[in-house]
C-alpha cells in the first residue's frame, strides 16, 4: 500500500461530463491490491479527512503537483510513429505514398521491436496509460507490441491487421509460407491463435482488426465476424466514415449494405467493444445503429484536421446517445500529447458539421481521454473488473503527475486559474509532453 499527498482530479461516473470532474486542491490517493490482487485505488478524497486512517502507510508528497488519471487513447497506429507529419492530398494517397510502404518494414521481427519499445515509450512519456492500437498486417508486429507493453505493465489492446486486397502486396496479410492455406483463411488462422496467446493475458487484450471495409474481401470481414461471435470478450476495431473519397469506393464495394458503416453490421462486426475511428461523415441512421450496438467512435481531430477528413458531430453524437471518447490516430494525427488532441477536439466541436459548432468544457475535454474514453472501451466496471480512467476508489491506479509550473506562462496562467474549468482549459490550451512530470503504472 501507498500513499500520494497532492491536488487531485477524478472524475464521477455517475455524472453529466460537463461536470464530471471533482478536484481536491490537497489531497490524498491511497493504492493497494484490492481481493483479486490489483492494484487500486483503495482511498481518495481530502488529505485532512483521510490521513489519519492509514497509519503506517507511506505518503509521498508531491506538493504544486496535480494527480490525474492516465490518458487512454481509443486509436492510434503503432507502425505509423515514423509517419506523423507527411504531407499529402488527403486520406488515400496518404496511404499509399507513405502508411503502406512504412508498414512493409515491420514484417522484419527486429525492426517491429525497436518500434514497439519507442512506441511505448512515447505513450507513457506523454502520459497515455491505456490504448487501442493497430498494428501491421505481420504477426511479428503484434508480438512485438504485447511483448513491450507486457514488460511495462501497461494495458494495451492491439491485434493483427487484416487486409486482403486493394494494397500492396507486401502489406497484406500473405498466405502460409508452405502454400498449405490462402491469405485469407491464413489472416484469420493468425489472428486466432494471436487471441489465445495474448488476449486476458495481464492486462493485455485482444481486438480483431479489419483496417476499413475496401482493403478485405467478403471473407475475410466474415470470419472476422465469425472470430468476434466467438470470443464476446475482444475488441474489434476499424475504420469508417473518415473520407469522401473512402465512402464512396466502399460504398462501391459493398453496394448490398444500406451505409458504409452497415457494411460492418452486416457482417457481424458491430457490438459492445467494437471502436470505429473517425465516424465522421454519418447520417442519423448510422448513429442510430452505433447507439443500438453498443459500438464507440473512437474520434481523432488531429487527424481529422491534418488529412482535411472533416468534424466530428458532437451535437449529433450526443443526441442519439452512442459512446466515443477522444484518439490520437498517429501517424495521420499530428502528436502523442493529449493536450494537443484534447485542444484539437475543442477546435472541432466549434467548427462542428453545422454551424454554431459546440463550445466542449474543458471537463468534457479531458473526459474524453480518460473515463469517457475507458467507458466505449467497456473498461468501466462492467464484467465485475475494476473500471479505469476515473481515480474513484476501486478503479485501476494508473496516474500522471502534472507540473502545472513546468513552463513560465503555464505558471503564470494556471497560477491566475479563478475556477476548475480555467485551470483544466490553461492546461489544454498550453500543455504538452513538459506537462507530464511523471506517469506512474501499477
Ligand atoms: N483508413 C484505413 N487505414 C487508415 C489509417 O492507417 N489511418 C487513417 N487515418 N485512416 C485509415
Ligand atoms: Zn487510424
Redesign the pocket.
Known sequence: MKAYRSAILRFATDSEPRHAAVYESDGLLVVGANAQGTQVVLAVGPYLALKDQFPGVTVEHLPGRIIAPGFVDMHI?FP?TDVIGSPSDG?LPW?EDY?FPEEKRFLAPEYSVQAATFFIAELLRNGVTTALC?ATSHPESVNALFAEAQAKNMRLITGLCLMDRNAPVDVLNLAAPDGSNDATEQSLIDTEKLINQWHGKGRLGYAITP??APTSSEAQLRGAGELAAKYPDVWIQS?VS?NKD?IAWARALFPKSVSYLATYADFGLMRDRAIY?HCIHFDDDDRALMRATGAAAAVSPT?NLF?GSGFFDYAAADRAGFYYGLAS?VG?GTSFSPFHTMLAAYYVGREGQTKPGVSLSPQHLWWQHTVGAAQALGLDGRQGRPAVGNLQPGCEADFVVLNPQVTPLLARRTARADSLDELLFAMIVLGDDRLIERTVIY
Open positions: 497506429h505509423q486520406l496511404l502508411t493497430f483496417r476499413f475504420h473518415e473512402e475511428a487527424s488529412l490516430d495521420g
